[in-house]
């Protein structure tokens, strides 16, 4: 399969992967026929996806099962009325049923719009009214199927809501009892053009209604390096990322680029993260390759892992936010596995990473992913020299890069400002070092200026992520009157130290970061809490630590 989209497959070297990376665009690229239905052919018996949940079920299905369910899927999608650019909102947590959904709706040339579970009335009369949906397809969860019956009197686009069970309330049409009884499906005659939007992400700013992303139907092409490459995944490779399908680190984990590399997805359906039961199914299910945000293995690192025989373990990517070297430390000596950064957003694929072939810098992303045009500027546009910081941005002049995203759908005004005169500017400051690594400095608007200082968060938080007693931190910087802002920690403890808490701890916490780092980026403001605001995905909102200071 990857033959098909790749001149070469296999590269040993930066140099090698920046001359020899081609990666080929069929006209009218369809995921579901192209790829999905193309394995059911050439493999129908080669497994896809493994399935299990917290109550102890669980299925592999085949590349042919695939098939069969998301054409039963399109089928019963299309009798509904959905055909061709028609807007579908997916809040299906990771039942089965996203996959079957997300790829029928592929098929019909429609446009999916993944969307988290903890969604409010208020979120979906928003986003049903920013971009006329048509059909919402949800788990059938009072909390859930509640909060959109509240919305739909304020939603006038939506015509049909569906509800994957266990319960189907009066007015949901049961997707169980359509999919059996559809009729045989029958490929459009042309479902999409390789410009057409196949997929939208409605992504937060710190300020504002959430962004609608608009991606078009080649952004699964975008996926072979984070797949194939990065994920370094290969046709007996079992992937694990773990992500709710409402966040974009989903197709990036749990679809697209790993079945292009004919791997089998590992899928846990789960209600509460618990790092333990997490730990079981990758003993249990011999999960080859895992991929997580830091957060995830923060947590996995303070379990026992004497207990758990991870020998199956061959490979481990983080993105998600930057990582802390002391992480990276902790888990290769438990494990013998170097943790592979990356780093990308919802308006791209993987951006920047550390390759197979690359020596790993603990803390650093790695060196650019040459499907873009990487660099960064200072505030005048100049490309920054080593050791200067700058903002990651995407030169376009030699057109829209694989993977990019396509527009802010319907706000013109947000497009041109992010991107113009040929550069994307994805707001992430970094520095490069000698070597071109990149480091992760922050966003933009996260970084912290005092007294002439620039301090950008991560640098502290790793530093105080070297101390026993840290579980977990976040920096943002308070107003202050003579230095303009001050650097403050917001931290969780470890069990060990939870009953230190106080003025001697926070001493000794400022000191440790003195020590780490220059001196003048220690926190002068620490407050203990039993744990972060963070978003679906499992980032730390330091947005929402700033709004409750100011408050």
């Given at each position: 399969?990857?033959?098909?989209?790749?001149?070469k497959?296999?590269f040993?070297?930066?140099?090698?992967?920046?001359?020899?990376?081609?990666i080929?665009?069929p006209?009218?690229f369809?995921?579901?026929?192209?790829?999905?239905?193309?394995?059911?052919?050439?493999?129908?018996?080669?497994?896809?996806?493994?399935?299990?949940?917290?109550k102890?079920?669980?299925?592999?299905?085949t590349f042919?099962?695939?098939?069969?369910?998301?054409d039963?899927?399109?089928?019963?999608?299309?009798?509904?009325?959905?055909?061709?650019?028609?807007?579908v909102?997916?809040i299906?947590?990771?039942?089965i049923?996203?996959?079957?959904?997300?790829?029928a709706?592929?098929?019909?040339?429609a446009?999916v719009?993944?969307?988290?579970?903890?969604l409010?009335?208020k979120?979906?009369?928003y986003?049903?009214n920013?971009?006329?949906?048509?059909m919402?397809?949800?788990?059938g969860?009072?909390?859930?199927?509640?909060?959109?019956?509240?919305?739909?009197?304020e939603?006038s686009?939506v015509?049909?809501?569906?509800?994957?069970?266990?319960?189907v309330?009066?007015g949901?049409?049961?997707f169980?009892?359509?999919?059996?009884?559809?009729?045989?499906?029958?490929?459009?005659?042309h479902?999409?053009?390789?410009?057409?939007?196949?997929?939208?992400?409605?992504?937060?700013?710190?300020t504002?209604?959430p962004?609608?992303?608009?991606?078009?139907?080649?952004?699964p092409?975008?996926?072979?390096?984070?797949g194939?490459?990065w994920?370094?995944?290969?046709?007996?490779?079992?992937?694990?990322?773990?992500?709710?399908?409402?966040?974009?680190?989903?197709?990036?984990?749990?679809?697209y680029?790993?079945?292009?590399?004919?791997a089998?997805?590992?899928?846990?359906?789960?209600?509460?993260?618990?790092?333990?039961?997490i730990?079981?199914?990758?003993?249990d299910?011999?999960?080859?390759?895992?991929?997580?945000?830091?957060?995830?293995?923060?947590?996995?690192?303070?379990e026992?892992?004497?207990?758990y025989?991870?020998?199956?373990?061959e490979y481990?990517?983080?993105?998600?936010?930057?990582?802390?070297p002391?992480?990276?430390e902790?888990?290769?000596?438990?494990?013998?596995?170097?943790?592979?950064?990356?780093?990308?957003?919802t308006?791209?694929?993987?951006?920047?990473?550390?390759?197979?072939?690359?020596?790993?810098?603990?803390?650093s992303?790695?060196?650019p992913n040459p499907?873009?045009?990487?660099?960064?500027?200072?505030?005048?546009?100049?490309?920054?020299?080593?050791?200067?910081?700058g903002q990651?941005?995407?030169?376009?002049?030699?057109?829209?890069p694989?993977?990019?995203f396509?527009?802010?759908?319907?706000?013109?005004?947000?497009?041109?400002?992010a991107w113009?005169?040929?550069?994307y500017?994805t707001?992430?400051?970094?520095?490069?070092?000698e070597d071109?690594?990149l480091w992760f400095?922050?966003r933009?608007?996260?970084?912290?200026?005092?007294?002439?200082?620039?301090?950008?968060?991560f640098?502290?938080?790793?530093?105080?992520?070297?101390?026993?007693?840290?579980?977990?931190c976040?920096?943002?910087?308070?107003?202050?009157?003579?230095r303009?802002?001050?650097?403050?920690a917001?931290?969780?403890?470890?069990?060990?130290?939870?009953?230190?808490?106080g003025?001697?701890?926070?001493?000794e916490?400022?000191?440790h970061?003195?020590?780490?780092?220059?001196p003048?980026?220690?926190?002068?403001v620490?407050?203990?809490?039993?744990?972060l605001?963070?978003?679906i995905?499992?980032?730390i909102?330091?947005?929402?630590?700033?709004?409750?200071?100011?408050?």
């Amino acid at each position: 399969m990857l033959s098909k989209f790749l001149t070469k497959t296999t590269f040993t070297s930066q140099k090698d992967f920046i001359e020899n990376l081609h990666i080929r665009v069929p006209e009218n690229f369809n995921f579901g026929y192209d790829v999905v239905d193309a394995w059911a052919a050439e493999a129908p018996d080669k497994p896809a996806l493994l399935w299990t949940n917290d109550k102890g079920v669980h299925r592999q299905y085949t590349f042919a099962e695939m098939k069969e369910y998301s054409d039963r899927t399109a089928s019963f999608f299309r009798q509904l009325g959905i055909g061709k650019g028609d807007m579908v909102m997916l809040i299906l947590k990771r039942h089965i049923e996203f996959w079957f959904s997300i790829l029928a709706l592929h098929k019909l040339g429609a446009v999916v719009i993944p969307a988290t579970h903890l969604l409010t009335k208020k979120d979906i009369v928003y986003r049903c009214n920013a971009a006329d949906i048509k059909m919402i397809v949800c788990a059938g969860e009072t909390v859930i199927t509640d909060h959109i019956k509240a919305a739909l009197p304020e939603s006038s686009s939506v015509k049909r809501v569906v509800s994957v069970g266990p319960e189907v309330p009066e007015g949901f049409i049961d997707f169980q009892q359509g999919i059996d009884s559809a009729t045989p499906f029958v490929k459009p005659e042309h479902p999409n053009s390789n410009e057409d939007i196949m997929l939208m992400y409605f992504t937060s700013g710190t300020t504002g209604e959430p962004k609608m992303v608009a991606h078009d139907f080649t952004y699964p092409l975008g996926h072979i390096v984070t797949g194939a490459i990065w994920h370094n995944l290969h046709p007996g490779s079992l992937h694990l990322t773990i992500a709710d399908t409402g966040w974009g680190k989903a197709v990036w984990g749990k679809l697209y680029g790993q079945w292009i590399a004919g791997a089998n997805i590992f899928v846990y359906d789960h209600e509460k993260f618990t790092p333990a039961d997490i730990l079981q199914k990758i003993q249990d299910y011999k999960v080859t390759s895992l991929c997580a945000p830091p957060t995830i293995f923060r947590f996995l690192i303070h379990e026992d892992l004497t207990k758990y025989d991870l020998s199956h373990l061959e490979y481990c990517t983080i993105a998600g936010e930057a990582l802390n070297p002391a992480v990276f430390e902790t888990f290769k000596k438990l494990t013998g596995i170097r943790l592979m950064e990356g780093f990308g957003q919802t308006e791209t694929t993987l951006t920047v990473a550390t390759m197979p072939w690359m020596t790993p810098k603990p803390g650093s992303m790695g060196l650019p992913n040459p499907q873009y045009d990487v660099d960064l500027i200072d505030a005048d546009g100049r490309s920054v020299e080593a050791g200067e910081q700058g903002q990651i941005v995407i030169r376009t002049h030699r057109g829209k890069p694989l993977g990019l995203f396509k527009e802010y759908y319907r706000d013109a005004e947000r497009t041109e400002e992010a991107w113009h005169d040929n550069i994307y500017y994805t707001g992430d400051v970094a520095w490069k070092d000698e070597d071109g690594y990149l480091w992760f400095v922050g966003r933009a608007d996260d970084v912290i200026k005092s007294s002439g200082y620039r301090i950008g968060p991560f640098e502290v938080e790793s530093a105080l992520m070297t101390h026993p007693a840290v579980v977990e931190c976040a920096i943002t910087g308070v107003p202050d009157e003579i230095r303009g802002q001050v650097v403050k920690a917001t931290i969780v403890l470890s069990k060990a130290y939870k009953e230190k808490a106080g003025d001697e701890l926070v001493k000794e916490l400022q000191n440790h970061v003195k020590r780490v780092t220059a001196p003048y980026k220690y926190p002068r403001v620490i407050e203990f809490v039993d744990e972060l605001p963070k978003t679906i995905s499992g980032k730390i909102r330091r947005v929402a630590i700033r709004k409750k200071d100011e408050e």
